[in-house]
């Protein structure tokens, strides 16, 4: 579904990594690690297109991204939920129109959608904070709600940067398990984290590939992780 074929990029000037290849194919899951800086986020955003390699290939769903307009950028990343550190939310939005925008822009807003968005924020523990705005929440809280609009739509890929990041372990197995779901039902799942502990926990459950970027390369992650 998402195919990065021998992939560089350079930022400043300065190389961040190269010779990296990695496939996400359906039912696939994968921890991404490594130390800060070594760019485990610019990884991230070329996996939907947000940035271009500068040498090899970045393929959406068997389309090469630097063939692709942005209208085909656009409707490839409909089919991604992408959770970002910062959360990227509309602030003028309540958390639950937020969860829902990825619904409300595709016109699949309905009685079965808006009961499913009320699951959903009940599962990550968000029914109280439906209708605050995202700069009432506290950090783990917006994670939570970035996490429920990354999956509201069942998507064929969930990219996560940092989700568990300031969330304390029940609720980070919580969101995890909501994952690990959506990963046997064929979705492919790619996680950046530096939490050790969540990777043993998860892979528990799960057949997870971690991976480490580390000294500009992308190395498989010894069995010991």
Same mark, same amino acid.
């Given at each position: ?10 930022? $400043? ?6 010779? %990296? ?36 290939? %970045? ?13 085909? %950028? ?9 959770? +970002? ?6 602030? +003028? ?67 996560? $940067? ?31 984290? +530096? ?10 459950? %799960? ?19």
């Amino acid at each position: 579904m998402i195919e990065l074929d021998d992939i560089a990029y350079a930022y $400043d000037g300065r190389a961040l990594f190269s010779g %990296v290849s990695l496939a996400l194919t359906p039912g696939s899951f994968h921890f991404l690690t490594g130390p800060s800086g070594s760019g485990k986020t610019t990884l991230i955003r070329l996996c939907y297109g947000a940035l271009a390699a500068n040498t090899g290939s %970045v393929r959406l769903f068997g389309k090469n991204v630097a063939e692709m307009n942005r209208d085909q %950028v656009a409707l490839a990343r409909r089919r991604i939920g992408i959770v +970002h550190q910062d959360g990227q939310f509309l602030d +003028h939005l309540s958390v639950r129109e937020n969860v829902a925008l990825p619904l409300t822009v595709s016109n699949r807003m309905d009685d079965e959608a808006a009961a499913q968005i009320d699951d959903l924020l009940a599962w990550t523990g968000l029914s109280t904070s439906a209708d605050r705005s995202p700069p009432e929440l506290s950090g783990g809280e917006r994670q939570r709600a970035a996490l429920a609009r990354a999956v509201i739509m069942s998507p064929e890929v969930v990219l996560a $940067d940092e989700p568990t990041g300031n969330i304390d372990a029940e609720m980070s197995d919580r969101l995890i398990a909501l994952l690990v779901e959506l990963n046997r039902m064929g979705r492919a799942v790619l996680i950046a984290t +530096h939490d050790m502990s969540l990777i043993r926990r998860t892979k528990a459950q %799960v057949a997870a590939r971690v991976v480490r970027l580390t000294k500009g390369r992308l190395e498989m992650a010894g069995a010991d992780l």
